[in-house]
């Protein structure tokens, strides 16, 4: 099961779709005006339907404003579909978009081809708040915004973040993500996260914890 919200102004249209997708074993949050959306709890969406078209705000400028904080599928719903209008939506950070008037086999062939797309690339990725672990491409994320780490720094991460909330000693790093044969020692991984850090401080939070007398920790 998915967690989808939809936001539209149409109360009818908003109900149809709710309708129509918990069919398909989905959660559906529908909220019918923009001001209304608590932007802490975005994050825990699975996909994003939104109407172009709303009274304030207009999605256009509401996908803007959010890109940057969710990670998920992003689906206009719109009667707009002017070569420039699909150009804006795909600009600001759409995904895709289903035209009014719409089909409900469409809408739910959109929205799950979405979702599965989705699932399959969540399976190469770690995400953990705002920072997202590419494990396929070895690259890390906070955000929209690629964190260049060496590859020593993003072994430490990747090695953290799998194992987070769980407490390891430098010397367990040592071993866990170099070897044995490693020729790092103890203040190689200090400078490591050290220096991860410093590229990270302009984040909302660290997530490297320091435990004193025993370690580190990734505590997000």
Same mark, same amino acid.
């Given at each position: ?26 959660? /559906? ?5 923009? +001001? *209304?959306?608590?932007?802490? #709890? ?7 339907? @939104? $109407? ?58 959109? /929205? ?5 797309? +989705? *699932?399959?690339?969540?399976? #190469? ?7 997202? @672990? $590419? ?86």
């Amino acid at each position: 099961m998915s967690k989808i919200l939809a936001l539209d102004d149409d109360i009818q249209i908003l109900s149809i779709i709710k309708k129509a997708l918990e069919n398909d074993k989905h959660s /559906v949050d529908i909220l019918d005006n923009i +001001e *209304k959306v608590n932007k802490g #709890n975005l994050s825990k969406y699975d996909l994003i339907l @939104l $109407d172009v078209m709303m009274p304030g705000t207009n999605g256009f400028s509401f996908c803007k404003e959010i890109r940057n904080i969710v990670d998920c599928p992003i689906l206009f719903i719109t009667a707009k579909a002017m070569d420039e209008d699909l150009t804006e939506g795909f600009a600001v950070g759409a995904d895709d978009y289903i035209k009014k008037p719409f089909s409900l086999a469409e809408l739910r062939a959109r /929205v799950n081809a979405h979702i599965r797309r +989705e *699932k399959r690339e969540y399976h #190469n990725r770690i995400i953990s708040g705002n920072y997202i @672990l $590419d494990i396929s491409e070895k690259i890390f994320f906070y955000k929209n915004e690629q964190i260049k780490l060496t590859k020593s720094e993003y072994e430490i991460c990747e090695f953290l973040l799998k194992n987070k909330g769980q407490v390891f000693s430098l010397e367990q790093i040592i071993e866990k993500v170099f070897g044995f044969n490693s020729e790092s020692d103890c203040s190689a991984i200090r400078e490591h996260i050290k220096n991860i850090r410093a590229k990270l401080k302009h984040c909302d939070k660290q997530p490297i914890e320091t435990v004193w007398g025993i370690g580190y920790k990734w505590n997000l």
